[in-house]
């Protein structure tokens, strides 16, 4: 069974920083692919960044490539996305998502088999 906690989110002023981290086992940080999804309110759920089992393929949504980075650490069986320069359109729950099938170019939330509960992340302007 692959379990993800996701944590990290908060309130933080625009053009501000967070770190969400989405916990989960050593055998699930070395062979899924990982990706983050976040659903603001009264808008659809959308891919923001993943990467592959390795984290050497790592893919973002144009709305947030150059502001987040995903990386993983294997040591602490997490997987991060650092979030930079952060927006009030940032504000949304966040998702960590975990599938063994390989996706190029972004993930699409259906090819997600495991699902975190999620993290809110505030952006105040």
């Known amino acids: 069974q692959v379990v993800l906690v996701e944590s990290g989110g908060g309130l933080v002023q625009a053009g501000g920083s967070l770190r969400l981290s989405c916990a989960t086992s050593g055998r699930t940080i070395r062979t899924y692919n990982l990706g983050w999804f976040r659903r603001a309110q009264g808008k659809e759920r959308e891919f923001v960044a993943a990467?592959?089992?390795?984290?050497?393929?790592?893919y973002y949504a144009d709305s947030v490539k150059g502001r987040f980075t995903i990386s993983r650490d294997l040591a602490k069986n997490t997987v991060y996305l650092q979030m930079n320069s952060l927006k009030p359109e940032d504000t949304a729950v966040y998702y960590c998502?975990?599938?063994?099938?390989?996706?190029?170019?972004?993930?699409?939330?259906?090819?997600?088999?495991?699902w975190g509960k999620g993290t809110l992340v505030t952006v105040s302007s």
């Open positions: 998502a975990a599938t063994r099938t390989y996706y190029s170019g972004s993930y699409p939330g259906s090819g997600m088999d495991y």
């Open positions: 990467n592959n089992w390795s984290g050497s393929i790592t």
